[in-house]
């Protein structure tokens, strides 16, 4: 593979993580839950009613290995039942479900940390997952989507992964987005009430097959700055950096695609770039694969050979090209919410120009042709609806993960 010496080429690395089968034959780790719902004014109703009754769905999933907490938040945070065995639990929950009412405002931070707080006396040997339900928007306590995300991803180098699930279309996708992309877990939608039970189950089942947890891949290449293109928590500084994807289930796979700036460097020398993939598998066992890549400086005419060879593998320009699309879109339909709708139109329409620079293949003219057709949309008023439509629909290709938002598996 070839660069530029003069002056600081970008180059594109796509790596593709599958976690192992299940092994049948081994006790899968025991389970702690703290499911954190709002019970907030909107929640009156359905929204409510249907999130408690997934909450009992949800426990009864889980088995005498498990442990599950609930914390309500309004302006006013509680727990409603601390951390507590399954069994016990159980037999608790009705009672305690039926004393849950819609109230205020929305603190929806301070249920985050209380729900976070249930699992100080877990043991390390237990997987732990937050699930926070919500259908409005943090307008008590602290609101910052950056720091609800700091707190999400701090509480997942700790252990404790987050889920997240918006209701309807008066929530904050990009907040619960954020969170579930700091917290190593999924963001999910429910876009009407009945829909909340089987996404909430949905929730439980993917903690239940989890074989690989602490997932992340280090990548070192001297001098060189990196940007995150795909989903996935990105540290580090010059010359190294850290991508964390959280747990994975059985057979699931994820993408992972870095956009690495190298170094200016002299004809002819190369820069050898490392990646290391480790994870800890449910079992105990410390996993790593190392692989190393090298670039090799050389002149403008040498790399548009290398371009135009009919040999090469295109793969990854339409990997790159749907992500930045997906990207682009997403710009877009936040410029849209805000009424600015040529500013809207002409993030596509620049992206989809910078693409068909490239599009000698027709995976990469269909693109091309998408962008263009989401300009002209995205050029006008949209209602809630399609704009959630896009942004859920931006987070499961990122996120490698199928339309419904479930994890993506290999062949």
């Given at each position: 593979?070839?660069?530029?010496?003069?002056?600081?080429?970008?180059?594109?690395?796509?790596?593709?993580?599958?976690?192992?089968?299940?092994?049948?034959?081994?006790?899968?780790?025991?389970?702690?839950v703290?499911?954190?719902?709002?019970?907030?004014?909107?929640?009156?109703?359905?929204?409510?009613?249907?999130?408690?009754?997934?909450?009992?769905?949800?426990?009864?999933?889980?088995?005498?290995?498990?442990?599950?907490?609930?914390?309500?938040?309004d302006?006013?945070?509680?727990?409603?039942?601390?951390?507590?065995?399954?069994?016990?639990?159980?037999?608790?929950?009705?009672?305690?479900?039926?004393?849950?009412?819609?109230?205020?405002?929305?603190?929806?931070?301070?249920?985050?940390?209380?729900?976070?707080?249930?699992?100080?006396?877990?043991?390390?040997?237990?997987?732990?997952?937050?699930?926070?339900?919500?259908?409005?928007?943090?307008?008590?306590?602290?609101?910052?989507l950056?720091?609800?995300?700091?707190?999400?991803?701090?509480?997942?180098?700790?252990?404790?992964?987050?889920?997240?699930?918006?209701?309807?279309?008066?929530?904050?996708?990009?907040?619960?987005?954020?969170?579930?992309?700091?917290?190593?877990?999924?963001?999910?939608?429910?876009?009407?009430?009945?829909?909340?039970?089987?996404?909430?189950?949905?929730?439980?089942?993917?903690?239940?097959?989890?074989?690989?947890?602490?997932?992340?891949?280090?990548?070192?290449?001297?001098?060189?700055?990196?940007?995150?293109?795909?989903?996935?928590?990105?540290?580090?500084?010059?010359g190294?950096?850290?991508?964390?994807?959280?747990?994975?289930?059985?057979?699931?796979?994820?993408?992972?695609?870095?956009?690495?700036?190298?170094?200016?460097?002299?004809?002819?020398?190369?820069?050898?770039?490392?990646?290391e993939?480790?994870?800890?598998?449910?079992?105990?066992?410390?996993?790593?694969?190392?692989?190393?890549?090298?670039w090799?400086?050389?002149?403008?005419?040498?790399?548009?050979?290398?371009?135009?060879?009919?040999?090469?593998?295109?793969?990854?320009?339409?990997?790159?090209?749907?992500?930045?699309?997906?990207?682009?879109?997403?710009?877009?339909?936040?410029?849209?919410?805000?009424?600015?709708?040529?500013?809207?139109?002409?993030?596509?329409?620049?992206?989809?120009?910078?693409?068909?620079?490239?599009?000698?293949?027709?995976?990469?003219k269909?693109?091309?042709?998408?962008?263009?057709?989401?300009?002209?949309?995205?050029?006008?008023?949209?209602?809630e609806?399609?704009?959630?439509?896009?942004?859920?629909?931006?987070?499961?290709?990122?996120?490698?993960?199928?339309?419904?938002?479930?994890?993506?598996?290999?062949?």
């Open positions: 593979m070839l660069a530029r010496p003069t002056s600081h080429s970008s180059r594109f690395v796509r790596m593709l993580v599958t976690a192992p089968s299940a092994d049948e034959t081994a006790r899968r780790q025991p389970v702690s703290a499911f954190v719902l709002d019970r907030s004014g909107s929640m009156s109703g359905q929204n409510l009613e249907q999130a408690k009754r997934a909450v009992s769905e949800g426990v009864a999933l889980l088995d005498e290995r498990d442990q599950f907490a609930l914390v309500t938040f302006n006013v945070v509680d727990v409603a039942l601390p951390m507590v065995s399954k069994s016990r639990g159980a037999k608790m929950l009705p009672g305690v479900l039926s004393e849950i009412g819609a109230r205020n405002q929305t603190n929806l931070c301070d249920g985050y940390l209380l729900g976070a707080e249930q699992f100080r006396d877990v043991g390390s040997e237990t997987l732990k997952r937050i699930i926070l339900v919500s259908d409005g928007q943090a307008n008590v306590g602290e609101t910052s950056s720091a609800l995300k700091m707190h999400a991803t701090e509480l997942r180098r700790r252990g404790v992964n987050t889920a997240t699930l918006g209701i309807g279309e008066g929530f904050n996708e990009a907040l619960l987005g954020a969170m579930a992309n700091g917290g190593g877990g999924a963001a999910r939608w429910a876009e009407h009430s009945s829909q909340i039970p089987a996404v909430i189950r949905a929730c439980i089942e993917e903690v239940l097959e989890t074989v690989l947890t602490r997932v992340r891949i280090d990548v070192r290449v001297p001098g060189a700055r990196f940007e995150l293109i795909s989903l996935g928590d990105l540290s580090g500084s010059e190294a950096c850290t991508v964390d994807l959280g747990d994975m289930v059985a057979d699931q796979q994820r993408e992972v695609v870095l956009r690495v700036h190298l170094p200016k460097g002299d004809l002819g020398s190369s820069v050898r770039a490392t990646v993939l480790t994870a800890e598998s449910v079992s105990g066992r410390s996993l790593s694969h190392r692989n190393d890549v090298a090799t400086y050389a002149s403008g005419r040498e790399i548009e050979a290398e371009l135009h060879d009919p040999n090469r593998d295109r793969t990854i320009d339409l990997v790159v090209a749907r992500h930045y699309a997906e990207i682009a879109k997403a710009e877009a339909t936040e410029l849209n919410r805000r009424g600015r709708y040529e500013e809207a139109k002409d993030v596509l329409l620049q992206k989809a120009t910078r693409i068909e620079r490239y599009a000698d293949r027709r995976e990469l269909a693109i091309v042709g998408e962008l263009k057709l989401e300009a002209k949309k995205w050029s006008a008023p949209r209602d609806r399609t704009r959630k439509q896009a942004y859920f629909a931006m987070l499961n290709v990122r996120g490698s993960r199928n339309d419904d938002g479930s994890p993506r598996r290999g062949a």
